[in-house]
């Protein structure tokens, strides 16, 4: 119930943001001074405009459906209660992600999204196995994490804040060209960042057993949170990235590469979820690609339409899982 509230009041929001004039389609609210020290200072800020608006209707839309279909496919687990706690607690911080009007905020989310994939990803942790593919999404997206911190740390240093609006308006008219350049060193150090949350090579190990969770948990992570969040990193500040061609390129050519790799993988594996997970990471490939050669309208549409199609893939997978008396096994399907 809370979670259809929820995108009821997106909607709501959506429709005040469509209704403004084109160039100010924005709603900025600042709550309270976070962090002030010196000449810095970091507000708890939200604001909704034309990139946030798509995502926050995609996570509390999907997410609900999620929801929805959980309620049956978790009836008869003795932790439901607290299953739902950790789903809900997955769409709040991925709201607190994608609604932040600066990095700051946007690190907060981006840190519980990584807290919550652990928690769900090795919900029932008395298996050895789903416990370890826990740990595993939990150390590798701390190793993109550490990159995130210093892309904002080389950030706020070349532009002296980390408001989203104020660094994209700070941006130089010249693009820079040299690789050690503080713009480019920024945006490469965001980027990896970027891999591990959205599991682009080389850190993309931890999404194929990111499979060890429930069925929804899986169609949650793939589809509505956690893996577009790089992809919504990127857009959002796309003035930034545009002033370093250097780090566009290697996002286009890592994009690329790993749209080809993971594809071939999963046509190898056996486990209806696992080949789903390399579909995955695979169309998380041609998102980068679309933001490396600078198409980041056609990025943002990929992430909409896949969180829909990926998720109904994984729901269905769930229901065969459960019909097939938890048989995963797709050579075991025939006919």
Known sequence: ????????????LVIDVIGMPEEARRISVSYFDWIVIGN??????????QISS???????????????????YMAHDKGAAKYFAYLNLF??????????????????????????????????????????????????????????????????LTFGTVNFHDINQMVPVTAELAWLAPITLGTLFLFVGATGK???????????????????VSALIHAATMVTAGVYMIVRL???????????????????????FAATIGMLQWDIKKILAYSTISQLGYMFLACGVGAFGA????????????????????SVIHAMHE????????A
């Not at 990235?241 to 996002?251: D, E, G, R, S, Y």
């Open 40 to 49: 810095f200072k970091v507000d708890m800020g939200f604001v909704i405009d």
């Open 198 to 216: 959205s599991a682009q090579i080389p850190l993309y190990v931890w999404l194929p057993d990111a499979m060890a969770g429930p069925t929804p």
């Open 327 to 334: 048989e995963q096994d797709v050579r075991k399907m025939g």
């Open 54 to 72: 798509i995502m926050i209707l995609v996570v509390t839309g999907v997410g609900s459906l999620i929801h929805l279909f959980s309620i049956g």
């Open 91 to 156: 769409l709040f911080s991925m709201l607190l992600l994608v609604l932040g009007s600066n990095l700051l905020v946007m690190f907060v989310g981006w840190e519980l999204v990584g807290l919550c994939s652990y928690l769900l990803i090795g919900f029932w942790f008395t298996d050895a196995e789903k416990a370890a593919a826990g740990m595993k999404a939990f150390i590798t997206n701390r190793i993109g994490d550490a990159f995130f911190l210093l892309g904002i740390f080389t950030l706020f």
């Open 299 to 318: 990025a943002m549409f990929h992430v909409m339409t896949h969180a829909f199609f990926k998720a109904l893939m994984f729901l269905g997978s769930g």
């Open 238 to 260: 796309n003035p930034l990235f545009l002033a370093a061609p250097n780090t566009l390129m290697i996002v286009a050519i890592i994009g690329a590469l790993t749209a080809v």
């Open 1 to 12: 119930g809370m979670v259809f509230i929820s995108f009821v009041c997106s909607v709501l």
